[in-house]
C-alpha cells in the first residue's frame, strides 16, 4: 500500500515522492515506522505520513484513521491529539517563540495525562527539504516569522498498542496563520 500511495502520487504529478510512512496496528505507536507486509486488521489504527514534491517544494501530511471500529481509548486520544494539534494551529502567530507553540499542543496533551507519550517536537520547517528550520518544540527560541511554512504535528504513542499523529503544513501570512493542508481531520473509520 505504501509503494501503491508513492506511485499515485508520482502518478499525479509529484517530482518524486519517497516512500511515505504506512504503518498499522501496534506499529502505529512507532512515530517513524517502517511499512511490512503486516495485513491491516479490523480494530487498527492506520497511520499515513506522507508528501508529495511540486516544482522543487516538499509537502508533508499525517492522518490516522481507525479500520472497522475505535475503542473507547482509540476515540479518546484521538479528540486528544486533534484538540493538541488545533491548539499548536492557533498558537502559530508572529512573534510567538517555537518553545511557545509546541508548549500550547503539549499542554493539551499533558492535560489528557498521555504527556509521557508525545515525544518529538510539534512540527519543523517544510520547503525544499521535508525537515527544514525552524524546529519548533521544547526550548526552540525561534521567533515565528511571516513567510514561514512549517507543520503541526502533535502525536500520542501507546507502546505496543497503538498511536495517533494529525500533521497540517501551516503557512504564515500577513493576515495570520493558514493551514495549507485541505484533507479532513475528524476520525474517520473504514
Known amino acids: 500500500l505504501a509503494a501503491k500511495l508513492t506511485y499515485l502520487m508520482n502518478l499525479g504529478g509529484s517530482e518524486g515522492a519517497g516512500l511515505p510512512i504506512f504503518v498499522s496496528g501496534k506499529k502505529s505507536s512507532m512515530p517513524h515506522g517502517r511499512p511490512s507486509h503486516k495485513a491491516?486488521?479490523?480494530?487498527?489504527?492506520?497511520?499515513?505520513?506522507?508528501?508529495?514534491?511540486?516544482?522543487?517544494?516538499?509537502?508533508?501530511?499525517?492522518?490516522?484513521?481507525?479500520?472497522?471500529?475505535?475503542?473507547?481509548?482509540m476515540r479518546a486520544v484521538y479528540a486528544t491529539v486533534l484538540e493538541a494539534q488545533a491548539a499548536g494551529l492557533a498558537a502559530f502567530a508572529e512573534g510567538m517563540r517555537g518553545?511557545?507553540?509546541?508548549?500550547?499542543?503539549?499542554?493539551?496533551?499533558?492535560?489528557?495525562?498521555?504527556?509521557a507519550y508525545f515525544g518529538h517536537g510539534l512540527g519543523h520547517g517544510v520547503g525544499f527539504e521535508i525537515h527544514e528550520w525552524p524546529r519548533f518544540g521544547r526550548g526552540d527560541s525561534t521567533l515565528a516569522a511571516e513567510g514561514m511554512v512549517v507543520t503541526d504535528e502533535p502525536g500520542?504513542?501507546?507502546?505496543?498498542?497503538?498511536?495517533?499523529?494529525?500533521?497540517?503544513?501551516?503557512?504564515?501570512?500577513?493576515?495570520?496563520?493558514?493551514?495549507?493542508?485541505?484533507?479532513?481531520?475528524?476520525?474517520?473509520?473504514?
Open 40 to 73: 491491516i486488521e479490523p480494530g487498527d489504527f492506520v497511520t499515513i505520513d506522507m508528501g508529495a514534491v511540486v516544482n522543487g517544494y516538499m509537502s508533508d501530511m499525517t492522518r490516522t484513521f481507525a479500520v472497522g471500529h475505535a475503542t473507547d481509548e
Open 99 to 115: 518553545c511557545d507553540v509546541d508548549k500550547a499542543a503539549r499542554d493539551v496533551i499533558e492535560a489528557a495525562g498521555y504527556g
Open 156 to 190: 500520542i504513542y501507546l507502546p505496543g498498542k497503538f498511536g495517533v499523529r494529525i500533521e497540517d503544513v501551516l503557512y504564515l501570512s500577513g493576515e495570520g496563520c493558514v493551514d495549507i493542508t485541505k484533507a479532513p481531520k475528524d476520525l474517520l473509520i473504514l
